[in-house]
T-cell receptor, first 110, second 116 residues
Framework: QAGLTQPPSVSKGLRQTATLTCTGN????????AAWLQQHQGHPPKLLSY???NRPSGISERLSASRSGNTASLTITGLQPEDEADYYC???????????FGGGTKLTVL | EVQLLESGGGLVQPGGSLRLSCAAS????????MSWVRQAPGKGLEWVSS????????YYADSVKGRFTISRDNFKNTLYLQMNSLRVEDTAVYYC?????????WGQGTLATVSS
């Protein structure tokens, strides 16, 4: 099953803005959107954004998600040291009837 | 508070079997689909399998189809993953996740190691 495409790494400075991307196709991202997950080393993933781009309770307003066609984006403003983590996107593929994940983006805060 | 607690991981030889469990609490278990997602050492997340709230529908990744079986006991609030014919490449931390339309809560994971 083909996964979603994410850049392997992104580096930004403290208090800068990072935009992470996730590219799929008409059967997954374009169809129902993509969710975003954050994972710190040694910890389980944590949901940051639902596929409808809404944030779960307790997630910082510095994070916002959007979608344009086959590409979903996660924007993090005012980068903090604790934002340094791996970020994954996920989507339901309506053609394959499977979940698909991106390969993950390692965000480094300089 | 939603809690998901996986167990059953361990070391097994290639060709062997393991049964993973995920004990759920803090939500109405039989109202939600559930999933297993794994992460090989140093790698990304890989979806393994999902099951609907009533167990009517099950879904599998091609990499495990025919070898793994997902099931649930809604009376015991527990999710299972029976893993047979295990391969070295199945070595991973296995997470269970609550599926509310997205994977909104995750357990801490259990490590399954397949090695001779």
């Amino acid at each position: 099953q083909a996964g979603l495409t994410q850049p392997p790494s992104v580096s930004k400075g403290l208090r800068q803005t990072a935009t992470l991307t996730c590219t799929g196709n008409s059967n997954n991202v374009a169809d129902q959107g993509a969710a975003w997950l954050q994972q710190h080393q040694g910890h389980p993933p944590k949901l940051l954004s639902y596929r409808n781009n809404n944030r779960p309770s307790g997630i910082s307003e510095r994070l916002s998600a959007s979608r344009s066609g086959n590409t979903a984006s996660l924007t993090i403003t005012g980068l903090q040291p604790e934002d340094e983590a791996d970020y994954y996107c996920s989507a339901w593929d309506s053609s394959l009837s499977t979940w698909v994940f991106g390969g993950g983006t390692k965000l480094t805060v300089l | 508070e939603v809690q998901l607690l996986e167990s059953g991981g361990g070391l097994v030889q290639p060709g062997g079997s393991l049964r993973l469990s995920c004990a759920a609490s803090g939500f109405i278990f039989n109202n939600y689909a559930m999933s297993w997602v794994r992460q090989a050492p140093g790698k990304g997340l890989e979806w393994v399998s999902s099951i609907s709230d009533s167990s009517r529908n099950t879904y599998y990744a091609d990499s495990v189809k025919g070898r793994f079986t997902i099931s649930r006991d809604n009376f015991k609030n527990t999710l299972y993953l029976q893993m047979n014919s295990l391969r070295v490449e199945d070595t991973a931390v296995y997470y269970c996740a609550k599926d509310s339309g997205d994977h909104d809560h995750w357990g801490q994971g259990t490590l399954a190691t397949v090695s001779s």
